[in-house]
């Protein structure tokens, strides 16, 4: 068990619609990153929060939003949803080291 | 930009036959480089992190070392349960985020 906690672990939702991901990092870790891995592109870094504010962006659609909570939990927001969005989403926290810990991941089919 | 590569995509191992995965990268200054195993369905489960040409780290029967352009995981005498996706992925010192960029995996099955 990493301490990362996502929810849900399976989304199956329709073409146009919004969905939210959920992530709890490590406790003590003020860093989140989402990633995305889908069969075609492996896993690709999406965007990182560090205590609430937005530090890098990555491959991230602009339909794809985040943020980070003061409680430090975060939330990826994917609207307008695409048969190719299905992937697993992945939620990493850092030590302040640099080392990733990552969660067990939400596998959203789109249908 | 930051790549990284992963030779080969998938290897087939008897058990007890040791064998070793490569992973070359080119990054503007190497942070780190880092080993990663997935299970199917599972998140990235971290093995080791490596920070300097010629660096070694060991675990049970796996051993990661590092040079300035790849580094390698050998596995000795693999057994069923070391099936898994390896991950390798670097981490730049130009990125203030300390993001990491992955490779595209190796997956290692291993027969009885």
């Known amino acids: 068990d990493s301490g990362v906690t996502q929810t849900p672990k399976h989304l199956i939702t329709a073409t146009g619609q919004r969905v939210t991901l959920r992530c709890s990092p490590r406790s003590g870790d003020l860093s989140v990153y989402w990633y995305q891995q889908s069969l075609d592109q492996g896993l690709q870094f999406l965007i990182q929060?560090?205590?609430?504010?937005?530090?890098a962006k990555g491959n991230i659609l602009e339909r794809f939003s985040a943020q980070q909570f003061p409680d430090l939990h975060s939330e990826l927001n994917l609207s307008s949803l695409e048969l190719g969005d299905s992937a697993l989403y992945f939620c990493?926290?850092?030590?302040?080291?640099?080392?990733?810990?990552f969660g067990q991941g939400t596998r959203l089919t789109v249908v | 930009e930051d790549q990284v590569t992963q030779s080969p995509e998938a290897l087939r191992l008897q058990e007890g036959e040791s064998s070793s995965l490569n992973c070359s990268y080119t990054?503007?200054?190497?942070?780190?480089l880092f080993w990663y195993r997935q299970d199917p369905g599972k998140g990235p489960e971290f093995l080791f992190t490596?920070?300097?040409a010629g660096e070694e780290k060991e675990k049970e029967r796996l051993k990661a070392t590092l040079t300035k352009k790849e580094s390698f995981l050998h596995i000795t005498a693999p057994k069923p349960e070391d099936s898994a996706t390896y991950l390798c992925?670097?981490?730049?010192?130009?990125?203030?985020?300390?993001?990491?960029?992955f490779g595209g995996g190796t997956r290692l099955m291993v027969k009885p």
């Open positions: 992925a670097v981490q730049a010192l130009s990125n203030a985020g300390n993001m990491l960029t």
């Open positions: 990054v503007s200054g190497l942070r780190g």
């Open positions: 929060y560090y205590n609430g504010e937005e530090r």
């Open positions: 990493a926290s850092t030590s302040p080291g640099g080392l990733a810990f």
């Open positions: 490596l920070y300097s």
